[in-house]
């Protein structure tokens, strides 16, 4: 178990105020109902498709995960080691919950499934993850989706 | 995950982050959040369980529907069930909890428990019919023999192209680690990360080998390996004598 106050006090806390970026905007995007949105998932855990090139550090760019990537084909490159990994090597849905999307849709609670998944290595430098992100969003409407969740560890 | 949301946000696309830590999200402000109460590294809870994960994604969502932001937090309501230890479950082997004695004791120990924990691992593969080992693209024998290598002071080059040879040791500790921890949760009892934790780092020749391992690399002249070595083997919970 890794819970915020299992952490040493100073490393509890630099997370706890980890720095953002000040932004002078409060974007707000709006869309039809859950129903009928295409929905991807973002995720910060730093993984990869076996086979793929892991996150080596503190890399800031993003890997691409197919939604039909079995779940033996996922591995987590993120460079911490102060979060628990047995709940996704026991079920990814722990961090990568693609099952239950494909659930969801199946029963059209949302409307459909991303083509595509992403994740990022959520330890990297947000400024420098924006060139990225701008980049994917491209890649996120060409794939019509119009709704992320953003899944952290 | 908050920049990621107001970058993706500003390009036009809504977006729900889930938050493992409240307070951070709420210094940073995304335009939506779900604050789930479960450890880190679990966001959409107990593994396992599609009923619970289903809730907290379903909650996050919904929230996508509402036209009251930016921004808004919300809390999941209920913790994660499977926080609790199970007190049925039996570590698929134990060793002598030391690992202070010579070091090529402790090394032996190793080889000798790969041996073992290869056995458990098939269980769980057996199983679940799947693996997160492969970071290192080593066979277990193979990441086991590099930290030894490491361990004996050898310095050993990396055995794969485009990686360095501490990126390397990051990469065979994390396949050791995924290995030792699959095989602790085959079978049908339902241990906690907290069990499977006390027993790998204090039960097992493996992480004191680990552990030995931090000392040893944070005795060198390498800058890069010492940052490594110190922040990116041992959980910051299971540092012995906070150095």
């Known amino acids: 178990m890794t819970r915020l106050s299992d952490l040493p006090p100073t490393q509890a806390r630099r997370l706890a105020e980890l720095e953002c970026p000040e932004f002078e905007t409060r974007p707000w995007v709006t869309g039809p109902e859950l129903s009928r949105r295409r929905v991807a998932i973002v995720s910060s855990a730093g993984l990869v498709v076996r086979g793929d090139d892991p996150f080596r550090g503190r890399d800031a760019d993003y890997r691409a995960i197919p939604t039909d990537t079995e779940a033996g084909e996922l591995l987590i490159s993120h460079i911490s080691v102060n979060f628990d990994r047995t709940g996704a090597q026991q079920d990814r849905n722990v961090v990568f919950p693609l099952d239950r999307l494909t659930e969801m849709a199946a029963d059209g609670v949302i409307g459909s499934v991303a083509a595509t998944h992403y994740s990022f290595m959520g330890a990297s430098d947000p400024t420098q993850m924006e060139s990225h992100a701008r980049e994917l969003a491209g890649r996120l409407k060409n794939d019509k989706v119009d709704a992320v969740i953003l899944a952290p560890v | ?243």
Request: glycine share 10%.
């Open chain 2, 1 to 243: 995950m908050s920049a990621l949301g107001h970058y993706l946000e500003e390009e036009g696309i809504a977006t729900v982050a889930i938050s493992l830590i409240r307070a951070q999200t709420e210094n940073t402000k995304p335009p939506r959040a779900l604050w789930v109460p479960f450890e880190l590294g679990r966001p959409f809870g107990p593994p396992d369980d599609a009923a619970f994960q289903r809730r907290v994604l379903l909650m996050a969502l919904q929230m996508l529907e509402r036209d009251s932001g930016p921004v808004i937090i919300e809390d999941f309501p209920d913790d994660d069930p499977r926080a609790q230890a199970d007190p049925g479950w039996c570590p698929p082997l134990v060793a002598d909890a030391g690992g202070n004695g010579p070091l090529e004791t402790l090394v032996a120990r190793l080889q000798s428990e790969i041996l073992q924990i290869e056995d458990a691992h098939r269980l769980w593969a057996a199983q679940n019919g799947r693996t997160m080992i492969g970071l290192s693209g080593l066979s277990i024998r193979d990441c086991a023999r590099y930290v030894a290598d490491w361990l004996n002071g050898r310095a050993p080059k990396s055995p794969r192209d485009g990686f360095s040879a501490p990126l390397m040791l990051r990469f065979a500790v994390d396949d050791l680690k995924a290995c030792y921890l699959e095989a602790g949760a085959a079978g049908n009892a339902r241990p906690s990360s907290r069990q499977l934790g006390d027993w790998f780092w204090d039960k097992t020749a493996a992480g004191a080998a680990i552990h030995r391992l931090r000392e040893v690399c944070l005795g060198s002249e390498d800058e890069r390996l010492k940052l490594i070595a110190g922040n990116f083997l041992v959980p910051a919970m299971r540092v012995r004598g906070g150095r």
